[in-house]
């Protein structure tokens, strides 16, 4: 704390703490405020609450500047590998090179899944959304591998290598079923990107001959997606973690979360935009013209961001990385082109203009799946395997915290005040004057 905020709270001067960041983000800190006046804090939506201190991510909206661990997301992209990443995210350091071959071959040892658990893919209807799939095989995880109430640190590293590793087997396991192709096995032989490629599109048959392009055009997106702060997903780990639920489940509540259309969900909704538009044959202009109208259910899907007021540094990397990854695949995308119209029709608009709406990072991350061979239902499950880094940093995070208490938010009631049973008969029946 390093100043204080005095609040009028019911007629009376209080004083409150101001807490305040790496950054100089500044926060009233108001735990205090229900014992002294009975006031709670409403903030719908939480827009305006700081829900924890993190040592983690720092995201700065109106510059548009992304920080993993004070490192620049740019320094990322550019040098790191998603492995680098996550050990980064994690334990709050760059690893030195013995302790990056620790945590990759940890990551490579346990790549398996228990061999039981394969059955349960038998038993998923055909078309079952692989996000379906991964929440619940995440989830089941746990009564393959018990999780004991204490972890010690080698249990937890343990554990945390697992989800990481696992949620890549199961990805990959879920597409095969979808396509109704036997399961690839991970192998102890490939890096982490190349093994999830291989397990997803060699088969029995035939060979995946792997393009580094491509597995750079993947790891790029992992690293981008590795975390992002207190968005919804990771609050959700957050908070189901503050009630010492065991690791399988918390991750598993935040797949679930990020699986929604407002969250996750929005990449392949950009795609099936652009195939929208490309299929009628749509004047783009024409299309923004309907996104800026406010009965339109055409919302300009990868534009506008809650915390972004500025272009999403990530969007621009990945504009970038793909529009080199088509020079190198040496082939071309119309929606490509449609996309980059409409980036710039819409950044000289005013309508954008004046509400701060920019390209956001899934106007080009199903661009980037799409041109690697990712099918578009697994765009989500993708971003998912991207954030678990991200989401075990914050879990962590909090129960090795000094303060650590279930949360447990409140409410303001607004329901019916206290009223009486009604024998069924006497229901409805109105009351005469
Ligand atoms: C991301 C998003 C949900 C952020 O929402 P938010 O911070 O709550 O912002 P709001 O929905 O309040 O939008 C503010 C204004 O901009 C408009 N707006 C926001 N995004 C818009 C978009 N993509 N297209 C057209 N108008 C948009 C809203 O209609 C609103 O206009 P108004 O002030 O006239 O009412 C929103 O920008 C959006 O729906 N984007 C498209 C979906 C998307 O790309 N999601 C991925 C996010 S990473």
Same mark, same amino acid.
């Given at each position: 704390?390093?100043?204080?905020?005095?609040?009028?709270?019911?007629?009376?001067?209080?004083?409150?703490?101001?807490?305040?960041?790496?950054? /100089? !983000?500044?926060?009233?800190?108001?735990?205090?405020?229900? !014992?002294?006046? =009975?006031?709670?804090?409403?903030?719908?939506?939480?827009?305006?609450?700081?829900?924890?201190?993190?040592?983690?991510?720092?995201?700065?909206?109106?510059?548009?500047?992304?920080?993993?661990?004070?490192?620049?997301? !740019?320094?990322?992209?550019?040098?790191?590998?998603?492995?680098?990443?996550?050990?980064?995210?994690?334990?709050?350091?760059?690893?030195?090179?013995?302790?990056?071959?620790?945590?990759?071959?940890?990551?490579?040892?346990?790549?398996?899944?228990? !061999?039981?658990?394969?059955?349960?893919?038998?038993?998923?209807?055909?078309?079952?959304?692989?996000? /379906?799939?991964?929440?619940?095989?995440?989830?089941?995880?746990? *009564?393959?591998?018990?999780?004991?109430?204490?972890?010690?640190?080698?249990?937890?590293?343990?554990?945390?290598?697992?989800?990481?590793?696992?949620?890549? *087997?199961?990805?990959?396991?879920?597409?095969?079923?979808?396509?109704?192709?036997? *399961?690839?096995?991970?192998?102890?032989?490939?890096?982490?990107?190349?093994?999830?490629?291989?397990?997803?599109?060699?088969?029995?048959?035939?060979?995946?001959?792997?393009?580094?392009?491509?597995?750079?055009?993947? %790891?790029?997106?992992?690293?981008?997606?590795?975390?992002? %702060?207190?968005?919804?997903?990771?609050?959700?780990?957050?908070?189901? /973690?503050?009630?010492?639920?065991?690791?399988?489940?918390?991750?598993?509540?935040?797949?679930?979360?990020?699986?929604?259309?407002?969250? /996750?969900?929005?990449?392949? %909704?950009?795609?099936?935009?652009?195939?929208?538009?490309?299929?009628?044959?749509?004047?783009?202009?024409?299309?923004?013209?309907?996104?800026?109208?406010?009965?339109?259910?055409?919302?300009?899907?990868?534009?506008?961001?809650?915390?972004?007021?500025?272009?999403?540094?990530?969007?621009?990397?990945?504009?970038?990385?793909?529009?080199?990854?088509?020079?190198?695949?040496?082939?071309?995308?119309?929606?490509?082109?449609?996309?980059?119209?409409?980036?710039?029709?819409?950044?000289?608009?005013?309508?954008?203009?004046?509400?701060?709406?920019?390209?956001?990072?899934?106007?080009?991350?199903?661009?980037?799946?799409?041109?690697?061979?990712?099918?578009?239902?697994?765009?989500?499950?993708?971003?998912?395997? =991207?954030?678990?880094?991200?989401?075990?940093?914050?879990?962590?995070?909090?129960?090795?915290?000094?303060?650590?208490?279930?949360?447990?938010?409140?409410?303001?009631?607004?329901?019916?005040?206290?009223?009486?049973?009604?024998?069924?008969?006497?229901?409805?029946?109105?009351?005469?004057?």
């Amino acid at each position: 704390m390093t100043d204080n905020a005095k609040l009028i709270v019911d007629g009376k001067e209080r004083s409150f703490g101001i807490v305040q960041g790496t950054k /100089g !983000e500044r926060a009233i800190d108001l735990a205090g405020l229900r !014992e002294g006046g =009975g006031l709670l804090t409403l903030d719908e939506g939480l827009g305006n609450t700081a829900s924890c201190l993190s040592r983690i991510t720092y995201i700065n909206g109106e510059k548009g500047v992304l920080l993993y661990r004070g490192y620049p997301i !740019e320094e990322l992209a550019g040098k790191s590998s998603f492995v680098e990443t996550a050990y980064l995210l994690i334990h709050g350091e760059l690893p030195t090179r013995s302790e990056l071959s620790v945590f990759s071959n940890r990551l490579n040892d346990s790549s398996l899944i228990h !061999e039981d658990m394969r059955h349960f893919f038998v038993a998923f209807p055909k078309y079952a959304h692989p996000m /379906g799939i991964l929440a619940t095989m995440v989830a089941s995880l746990s *009564t393959f591998y018990p999780v004991p109430d204490h972890l010690d640190p080698e249990a937890e590293e343990q554990f945390m290598a697992n989800l990481i590793s696992q949620v890549r *087997t199961i990805a990959a396991f879920s597409y095969k079923k979808s396509i109704g192709e036997p *399961t690839v096995y991970p192998s102890i032989k490939l890096r982490y990107v190349e093994n999830f490629l291989n397990m997803m599109f060699s088969s029995p048959v035939k060979d995946y001959r792997q393009d580094p392009d491509i597995v750079r055009a993947v %790891e790029l997106f992992l690293i981008l997606h590795a975390d992002h %702060e207190q968005n919804c997903s990771t609050s959700t780990v957050r908070l189901v /973690g503050s009630s010492m639920a065991n690791i399988y489940s918390v991750i598993s509540a935040g797949i679930s979360a990020l699986w929604g259309p407002r969250h /996750g969900g929005a990449n392949q %909704e950009v795609i099936q935009m652009l195939e929208h538009i490309l299929a009628t044959g749509t004047d783009p202009k024409t299309f923004i013209d309907r996104a800026k109208s406010r009965n339109a259910r055409e919302r300009l899907m990868g534009f506008g961001h809650r915390v972004y007021k500025s272009f999403d540094p990530r969007a621009r990397i990945l504009k970038q990385a793909y529009h080199q990854l088509l020079k190198k695949l040496k082939t071309a995308d119309p929606l490509f082109e449609i996309a980059m119209q409409i980036e710039e029709l819409a950044l000289k608009d005013a309508y954008f203009i004046e509400r701060n709406l920019y390209p956001n990072v899934d106007f080009y991350s199903g661009l980037i799946l799409k041109a690697v061979g990712i099918p578009a239902d697994m765009f989500t499950v993708l971003f998912a395997i =991207g954030r678990v880094p991200g989401w075990l940093a914050h879990w962590r995070e909090m129960v090795h915290a000094k303060e650590f208490r279930i949360a447990r938010p409140r409410q303001i009631y607004i329901g019916p005040s206290e009223r009486h049973y009604e024998p069924i008969n006497s229901r409805g029946l109105k009351k005469c004057p």
